[in-house]
T-cell receptor
Framework: GEKVEQHESTLSVREGDSAVINCTYT??????FPWYKQEAGKSLHFVID?????DRKQSQRLTVLLDKKAKRFSLHITATQPEDSAIYFC?????????FGTGTTVSVSP | GPKVLQIPSHQIIDMGQMVTLNCDPV?????FYWYKQILGQQMEFLVN????????KSKLFKDQFSVERPDGSYFTLKIQPTALEDSAVYFC?????????????FGAGTRLSVL
């Protein structure tokens, strides 16, 4: 079945630097790729998504890139702030379900 | 924003017992989901549910698992009997519309420990 690999399990950055999280997927039929964020002690919440008809989407300091040929997508966070510290999950669609990666713990230090 | 509440946050039970995990979805949402996450591993899809019926389930959704939402109250996941490998965090989610291309709202999870 569909597998989603999230390549970085942890990422430590200095405040103001950029952070990049990379994911790969296996199912060529996947067409929707959301990202979710989980802060300590809180629920997962949606941050940004990209659909397979585009290869780039930006929302404020977040940019998602999609390379369908390589079956790879990534989340770029620019000008990181302490409140960006969280676990980030990538996901890919499979039918009517989302298949998630294992999460990347991002720590932003002052 | 919209909130999904999960009760309890942590449940400890003996193997072979029954357990019910409760989820209070977003009030106007019609589609409900359960995911399972074993520590350090992927969050894995279990089941989705609409209009009183299971729409889709994964191979992880064993015969011992069942879901229901009686009379619009809690959306529940029942495991009977439990096994050691059921120990995990179970996340409930809901969405307004159908399909993976509609934003899912997640609860904070219930950590189930089967001894």
């Amino acid at each position: 079945g569909e597998k989603v690999e999230q390549h970085e399990s942890t990422l430590s950055v200095r405040e103001g630097d950029s952070a990049v999280i990379n994911c790969t997927y296996t199912d060529t039929a996947s067409s929707y790729f959301p990202w979710y964020k989980q802060e300590a002690g809180k629920s997962l919440h949606f941050v940004i998504d990209i659909r397979s008809n585009v290869d780039r989407k930006q929302s404020q300091r977040l940019t998602v890139l999609l390379d369908k040929k390589a079956k790879r997508f990534s989340l770029h966070i620019t000008a990181t702030q302490p409140e960006d510290s969280a676990i980030y999950f990538c996901a890919a669609s499979r039918g009517r379900a989302l298949i998630f990666g294992t999460g990347t713990t991002v720590s932003v230090s002052p | 924003g919209p909130k999904v509440l999960q009760i309890p946050s942590h449940q400890i039970i003996d193997m072979g017992q029954m357990v019910t995990l409760n989820c209070d979805p977003v009030s106007n949402h019609l589609y409900f989901y359960w995911y399972k996450q074993i520590l350090g591993q992927q969050m894995e899809f279990l089941v989705n549910f609409y209009n009183g019926k299971v729409m889709e389930k994964s191979k992880l959704f064993k015969d011992q698992f069942s879901v229901e939402r009686p009379d619009g109250s809690y959306f529940t996941l029942k495991i009977q009997p439990t096994a050691l490998e059921d120990s995990a965090v179970y996340f409930c989610a809901s969405s307004r519309d159908w399909g993976s291309q509609n934003t899912l709202y997640f609860g904070a999870g219930t950590r189930l420990s089967v001894l």
